[in-house]
């Protein structure tokens, strides 16, 4: 069974606040977008994911998620209902069997949330995720009560729902045709006729909507991350030159440091401690010095690549600790704008960023001036990875 996931992030999300449409802002360090993309993307039962975005977004989408392997994103329209049918006319030619339809700012999606809407589809056309109401509910009008709602069968309608592909388009068209607008694509398949199955839902998977709700969903993102340590050392020699880089900033010296790119030692140390944090390899498995195209290349394309690697994963990275090794040149001048430098690598604060320097008391290589070795250290903050 083919299935293809149609997020739809056309709308404003205007009681959201700050002016950006809140798919846009970030999470906990990731655009909103971009979590709930990665979601369906990771998991083995979803073949496809297609995005519809508002007419004018296409630049904020390409921040977003450009990097990922997306086909191109569609252009909704005014209304929810409306960019729904124009991503559905839109996934056709990719002949699903079924879909999911979720809503961008549903940012949380667990993998067994996934599973259940899909496995539901093996015996139903439709399938909605779905809590129990638990609050007490009451009618109210003009600000006073009129009375108490029996909460018995009522529940929370979530995101994704699930439909079979070829009924959930055929109804979009009717309602079309028949101008009928109803709250949600559950709703739709009932209006056509087409008995809807309720799973069980997620907490976590809620909708954002107020700033408030952002407060929340990052407070609770946070917490949920686990926390990783990597660690890094590099080591490179000195060979004829005036000036070293280091952390990114050019230092004039009466040599230079040797190596296949630029031989910043210290942006080296940083990739592999950012990697160590993560699990995926060092340095030399994603850059190898045996392919020329890295031949005196810039580091800190080597130190941006381990970054999004964990902004992949959903992580972020909480702090960065270097320390360099060496006689000469001086780091306490240049200490400032190196951490500058790393924090502007890394899109962190530099208040996240540490630069120490110290000596061997002319101890080893590098107290016979030789080289310069740095070793680093990087907290890195992960969604925990699920249970096997």
Known sequence: MKTCVLIVAAGRGERAGAGLPKQYRQLAGTPVLRRSVQAFIAHPAIAAVQVVIAAGDQERYDRAVGDLDLPPPIIGGAERQVSVRLGL???????????????????????????????????????????????????????????????????RAQTPQGMRFSEILA????????????????????????????????????????????????????????????????????????????????????????????????????????????GDGDIGSHFPPTDPQWRGAASDQFLSHAVDRVTDLGGEIRHLDLTLICERPKVGPVRDAIRER???????????????????????????????????????????????
């Open 89 to 155: 006319e839109g996934l056709e030619t990719q002949a699903p069997d079924c879909v999911l339809i979720h809503d961008a700012a549903r940012p949380v999606v667990p993998p067994a949330l996934i599973d259940r809407v899909v496995a539901a589809l093996e015996e139903a056309p439709a399938a909605l995720p779905v809590l129990p109401v638990v609050d007490t509910v009451r009618r109210g009008e003009a600000g006073l009560s009129l009375g108490t709602v029996p909460r018995v069968n009522l529940y």
């Open 171 to 278: 109804a979009h068209r009717a309602a079309e045709e028949q101008d009928i607008t109803v709250t949600d694509d559950a709703a739709l398949m009932e209006w056509a006729g087409h008995p809807v199955r309720l799973v069980d839902g997620a907490e976590e998977t809620m909708k954002i909507t107020t700033t408030e709700d952002f407060r929340r969903a990052e407070a609770d993102l946070r917490q949920a991350l686990e926390i990783r340590v990597g660690t890094g050392f590099d080591v490179h020699r000195f060979g004829p030159g005036d000036g070293v880089t280091l952390g990114g900033v050019s230092i004039p010296h009466d040599q230079a440091l040797t190596g296949h790119s630029d031989a910043d030692v210290a942006l080296h140390a940083l990739t592999d401690a950012v990697l160590g944090a993560i």
């Open 342 to 388: 790393i924090a502007e690598i890394c899109a962190l604060p530099v208040a996240r960023v540490s630069v120490k320097a110290t000596t061997t008391e002319r101890l080893g290589f590098t107290g016979r001036r030789e080289g310069i070795a740095a070793q680093a250290a990087a907290t890195v903050a992960l969604p925990p990875p699920e249970d096997p």
